[in-house]
């Protein structure tokens, strides 16, 4: 009997990849997508087949890796979270024109609601820009059960497939059972000059790109993800979208037929078939109204169709089953009263954590200067604009706070401070910095080191100790590269250099560094057991 296990999305995902013959996994970690390298890094089979799972300094590096990987004959995973997309966007639009070798999953978690994010982007539009196939699993065993189809889809097609997880599946359970275990390819690197995209080879590539996409569409009308419950009555139809269609089947009317979707591009002789038996259309789907979108166009603009773009279901925030019900007509009644009289509890930062000293520090120097401000970026430390500390005047993308400080000082900003964390520096800081040093721009930079990829829970960070080298290497002068301790007892030291960087006119970088407090208690927890 196959074994059934209770996993996460993001675990079953991992698993089926595992299962599939899965080479490496490239990743930066991001929520709600950090668990799926996570859970390949400590699986055994993993470890005892050698796949690759080291984390990597950013969501372009991964998808540069795996295609790698892929050009030497053997199956990638990529993983990050939606905003990461819009980092690794260059290589993964290139990569459809490229084609593949080895099969490519390219995961992306949405993060609907933005429980942890900066935005709600749909990532479906960017398999659709892309013109890749795309998967949208509505549960935990769909999930583990597509990472096959998904690598044989894109080994049979030769192109980048696209997966999308939403944090509602990512982080709920669910029994999961094995079905499948593959080995992994033999090394066979691609032979050819496809993947040279220069201008003449480009243009052959794209039009192979358009020539598959009926076999794309071919794939999503068989595909045994997109199933169609036809009723043969005259009255509503659903569309629902992955995760979606768990809502609708709890509160859909008996008489609805319902096309499930869960492959893409949609399946129009589907479409059209529900259109067909149906006096009108509600399309459920997480995120945005990409697939509302596209009815109008496939139906015309006559046929009847609601969702988020007309006001049936919120334009804005994830799938509820309250939201849902409602939809469809029916009011949920919960049998809890709504609690009352209950005060606000906003995130903070770790008590003992080396961030509170940082801002501590900050803001008593920076309120001698009445025009100062600070530029954050993200990570744990962007709590430094909650109370107490009010400290950041923006927080905008990954590495943002160096260039906007920059920028801020080109306007004659001054002092322009910016903060950001080891992990997001070398994510995409470096390149700001380099851009200050080229233009001795008058900032200072605050590295706020904690050994660790803190916010997604404490992944290696790539730069650790090789800060003062990586700054000094981009052209900040040694001398204003300054590391300090960030501790009580050493606020006069660390008010002093502040201050003494603020008032030197060109690029000076500070960096404070203190462990986490959280991966230093979970280190001496385990020696504690070790001695045990």
Request: with cysteine; hydrophobic share 40%; proline share 5%.
């Amino acid at each position: 009997m196959a074994e059934r296990r209770l996993l996460l999305g993001d675990e079953a995902l991992a698993l089926g990849a595992i299962h599939a013959g899965l080479s490496g996994v490239y990743a930066y970690p991001g929520t709600p997508s950090t668990e799926i390298t996570e859970f390949i890094q400590a699986n055994a089979l993993a470890r005892e087949r050698g796949i690759r799972s080291k984390w990597c300094t950013n969501e372009k590096t991964a998808m540069e890796a795996a295609l790698g990987m892929s050009y030497a004959g053997k199956r990638a995973l990529v993983c990050m979270k939606h905003v990461g997309m819009n980092v690794a966007a260059d290589a993964f639009v290139n990569s459809a024109i490229t084609g593949v070798n080895g099969g490519v999953v390219v995961l992306v978690a949405d993060d609907p609601s933005m429980h942890s994010s900066q935005n709600e982007q749909d990532t479906r539009f960017y398999g659709k820009f892309a013109m890749v196939p795309i998967f949208e699993p509505s549960n935990q065993q769909e999930t583990y059960d597509m990472m096959k189809e998904a690598f044989d889809l894109s080994e049979r097609l030769k192109e980048p497939v696209l997966m999308r997880l939403v944090t509602r599946l990512a982080h709920s359970r669910a029994a999961v059972e094995e079905k499948y275990l593959l080995e992994q390819n033999e090394l066979n690197p691609y032979l050819g000059r496809d993947w040279v995209l220069l201008p003449a080879i480009a243009r052959r590539r794209y039009a192979a790109l358009l020539d598959k996409q009926a076999d794309m569409e071919e794939a999503a009308e068989v595909s045994a993800f997109n199933v169609f419950e036809q009723k043969g009555g005259r009255g509503l139809g659903i569309v629902a979208c992955g995760i979606g269609y768990n809502y609708v089947k709890e509160f859909a009317p008996a008489h609805a037929s319902i096309l499930k979707i869960s492959q893409y591009p949609l399946p129009i002789t589907q479409i059209k078939a529900l259109a067909a038996e149906s006096s009108e259309i509600l399309v459920v789907e997480d995120g945005q109204p990409v697939v509302e979108e596209q009815l109008h166009a496939i139906l015309g603009a006559d046929y009847p169709i609601s969702g988020r773009l007309t006001g049936r279901l919120p334009r804005t925030g994830e799938l509820t089953p309250d939201n849902v019900a409602a939809a469809l007509g029916k009011q949920l009644e919960s049998p809890f009263a709504a609690a009352r009289n209950l005060v606000p509890r906003p995130p903070a930062l770790c008590p003992g954590c080396g961030h509170r000293d940082v801002y501590k520090a900050l803001n008593e120097v920076a309120a001698e200067y009445p025009d100062h401000r600070i530029f954050g970026d993200i990570g744990c430390y962007t709590l430094g604009a909650l109370p107490p500390f009010a400290a950041l005047a923006s927080c905008v993308d990954m590495g943002a706070s160096i260039t906007m400080a920059k920028g801020a000082a080109d306007a004659g900003l001054f002092p322009a401070i910016a903060v950001i964390g080891d992990s997001t520096f070398t994510h995409s800081g470096m390149t700001g910095l380099l851009d200050a040093v080229n233009e001795n721009a008058n900032i200072t930079v605050v590295i706020s080191d904690n050994l660790t990829t803190a916010m997604t829970g404490g992944q290696d960070s790539a730069g650790t100790n090789k800060f003062e080298q990586i700054c000094i290497g981009l052209g900040v002068e040694p001398e204003h590269v300054r590391v300090v301790v960030p501790l009580a007892k050493n606020m006069e030291e660390i008010t002093r250099v502040i201050r003494e960087e603020i008032n030197y006119k060109g690029v000076s970088v500070i960096i404070p560094r203190r462990e986490c407090v959280q991966t230093l208690t979970r280190k001496n927890r385990n020696k504690q057991a070790e001695k045990k």
